[in-house]
């Protein structure tokens, strides 16, 4: 514990190029990264950028996904998208996100055609547009990415800019929670509640609330006040907890 501390709290060091002590694992990914191998050279730019393990670097993070966006690999650009999305070693840019976005896309990375999607559905840096955004994330739920399916589900249920459609949105929403994705397994709770199968309901909750963020949870406790069920109860101290964890987090 107070070499987790030491790390995160001491005085920054400047050369991080050879951290000590780190644990053999992620010694392992720092090593491959220095020998030129593109999956490590991005979870290694990602400890860089939020670690318990060093001093937090996200500008040496940002020069590390380049190496590896250099070389064609997605994942580095749609990082690199993220860092200028959000400002992180770099000055914030909305228009150079989407064009690292994009390159992430076109190399048939997930996250990066996800992440472009969510900014040209929402029009963030660029016209709103819906057809494309819809497109990508067909795209993606066809690759099995779960949190494209989760909104890819909203769309059918919604109807927006195709025809509505209840059951598709519905099953897609219950590949999503399969898969894994927090929003997913709260969408198809919900419908599950709305059918009457309140303990099928509660099973995905339970699986929701570990990742769910703060929107979610609270989404959660309103729907689920009312309903009686035995494990009610316990559901409602998961969420409590969860929500007193993000906020003495933030």
Known sequence: MYFRKFWRYGKRKKDVSKPVELPSEIEAIRQKALRGYHLEQVLWGKILLDSVYLPSDPEMAVIWFRMAAQAGYGPAHNMLGRCYYFGWGCTQSHQKAITHYTLAAKLHDNWGRYNLAIMTMRGIGMPQ???SAFAL????????????????ARFYEEG???SRDKKKAITLYKQSAQK?????????????????HIEEAMLWWQQAVPQAT???LLAIQDITQHLQHSSIYNLKNMIEKRIRSNKNNN
């Open 160 to 162: 927006w800019v195709i």
């Open 214 to 216: 703060l929107d979610v």
């Open 129 to 131: 547009d819906l057809p």
């Open 180 to 196: 894994g994705d927090y929003r997913g397994q709260h969408n198809y709770a919900v419908w599950l509640a709305e059918q009457g």
């Open 137 to 152: 994330f067909q795209e993606g739920a066809q690759a099995g990415h779960a949190k494209s399916m989760n909104i890819l």
